[in-house]
C-alpha cells in the first residue's frame, strides 16, 4: 500500500466540542496530505453539530460526514465513526485537538514503512484550556515526568528518534487491523486507546511513536475538571488491569499504593502515635517532592508565579488518580462507574 493508493478515513468523537471542532476541521482541511474525509461521531448536547455543518457550508471541499449517537462512550464512537468509514487508513482525533500540517503525511509514511507497524503516533503539545493561570499550571504539569510519568508523547523532545512505545494518542492504523481485533474495547470507558494498543502489541505488531507527528492537545481548565479526569483514569485502569494484568507500568501503580498507605496509615493513626508520626514524615516528604517538582517546571516556563498552582495541579494528578483506583478496588468495580455508560469525553 503506498501513500497515492490509500485513502484515509479521519475519525473524530466528539461531545459538546463547539468551541474547538472548527479549529480542527481547518487543520484537517490543511493537511499537506488529502485525506479522503472526515467521520465526525457526535453525542453533543450543545451546537457542535450545527458548527460541523456551517463549515462544510463554507468548506464543501472537505468531505465530512456527521454520525450523531446518543450518550456514546468514547470507544463506542470510535467504533461507529470506522464503521461508518471507506478508508483503508484510519486516522483517530479529538475535537478538542489540532494537528500539525504535516501529521497525516507523516504519521502515514512511519505506517507504511514495514508490516510490522500496527499503530504510528505522535507527540502532544499541550496547550492550556483557558486563559487562566490555573489552566497553564494544568498544562505545564500535565506535560512534565511528574505528571506523565513516562508517557513518551507527553514528554518526547523533537529531537528524539522514532521509538516503539506502550501506546499513543491519536493513532494512525489500518481498518483491517481494527477489524482483525474485533475494535476498541467499549466496556472501557477510559484506557481505550492503552488497551487497543496493548492488544495491537500483543498481536505481534509494533506501536510506534515518531516525534515529528505533533498536535496540540487542549488539556482540562479547572482543578476540579482535571481532579475528575485523574479519579475516572484510574479508576478505569484498574478494569483494563484486570483484563490485562501484565500491561502495568510503575507509572500506574505508584500513585495507587501511595494512597492505599495513606489511607491505612491514616486508619492507623487513630490508635498509633507511631503511624502519626509515619504519616507526617511521609507527606512532608511528599510535599518536598511536589515543591522539586513544581520548582523545575516553573523555571523550564520561566514563570514561577505558577509555583502554587503547580504544586496542586501535581498532587491533583497523583492523588485522584491512585484514589480512582482504589475505590475500583475497594468497591470491586461497582461504583461509582457502570460499563456502558457515556463518560466524559
Not at 483503508?88 to 504535516?102: M, N, Q
Request: aromatic content about 8%; overall charge positive.
Amino acid at each position: 500500500m503506498t501513500a497515492n493508493a490509500s485513502r484515509v478515513s479521519v475519525v473524530v468523537p466528539c461531545r459538546n466540542e463547539a468551541r474547538h471542532i472548527t479549529s480542527l476541521l481547518e487543520a484537517i482541511r490543511l493537511q499537506s496530505y488529502v485525506v479522503g474525509e472526515v467521520v465526525v461521531v457526535d453525542s453533543s448536547s450543545d451546537n457542535t453539530a450545527d458548527v460541523v455543518a456551517a463549515y462544510c457550508r463554507e468548506h464543501p471541499s472537505l468531505a465530512t460526514s456527521v454520525v450523531p449517537v446518543v450518550k456514546a462512550s468514547i470507544p463506542a464512537a470510535v467504533n461507529a465513526g470506522v464503521v461508518r468509514a471507506t478508508g483503508e487508513v484510519i486516522v483517530r482525533l479529538d475535537g478538542h485537538c489540532i494537528p500539525d500540517a504535516d501529521y497525516i503525511t507523516r504519521a502515514v509514511a512511519a505506517l507504511e514503512e514495514s508490516a510490522e507497524v500496527g499503530v504510528v503516533g505522535g507527540v502532544w503539545h499541550v496547550a492550556p484550556g483557558a486563559n487562566t493561570r490555573v489552566a497553564e499550571a494544568i498544562a505545564r504539569a500535565g506535560s512534565h515526568p511528574a505528571g506523565a510519568g513516562d508517557a513518551a508523547y507527553r514528554i518526547a523532545q523533537a529531537t528524539t528518534a522514532r521509538q516503539d512505545v506502550d501506546t499513543v494518542p491519536f493513532g494512525c492504523y489500518r481498518k483491517t487491523l481494527w477489524t482483525e481485533l474485533g475494535g476498541l474495547n467499549e466496556d472501557l470507558l477510559s484506557n481505550e486507546d492503552y488497551e487497543f494498543n496493548y492488544r495491537v502489541r500483543e498481536s505481534g505488531r509494533r506501536v510506534v511513536l515518531d516525534p515529528g507527528i505533533r498536535s496540540t492537545y487542549f488539556a482540562r481548565a479547572t482543578f476540579g475538571a482535571l481532579a475528575r479526569q485523574y479519579f475516572r483514569y484510574g479508576w478505569w485502569k484498574v478494569v483494563m488491569l484486570r483484563q490485562h494484568p501484565t500491561s502495568l507500568r510503575w507509572r500506574q501503580a505508584v500513585p495507587a499504593a501511595f494512597v492505599a498507605v495513606l489511607i491505612a496509615l491514616g486508619v492507623l493513626a487513630v490508635f498509633s502515635q507511631v503511624a502519626i508520626v509515619v504519616l507526617a514524615g511521609l507527606l512532608a516528604f511528599y510535599a518536598a517532592v511536589l515543591a522539586l517538582a513544581a520548582a523545575d517546571a516553573g523555571r523550564k516556563a520561566g514563570k514561577w508565579r505558577l509555583l502554587p498552582l503547580l504544586i496542586v495541579a501535581f498532587a491533583t494528578i497523583h492523588l485522584c488518580w491512585g484514589f480512582g483506583a482504589v475505590v475500583n478496588l475497594g468497591t470491586a468495580g461497582r461504583w461509582p462507574f457502570k460499563r456502558g455508560h457515556a463518560s466524559t469525553y
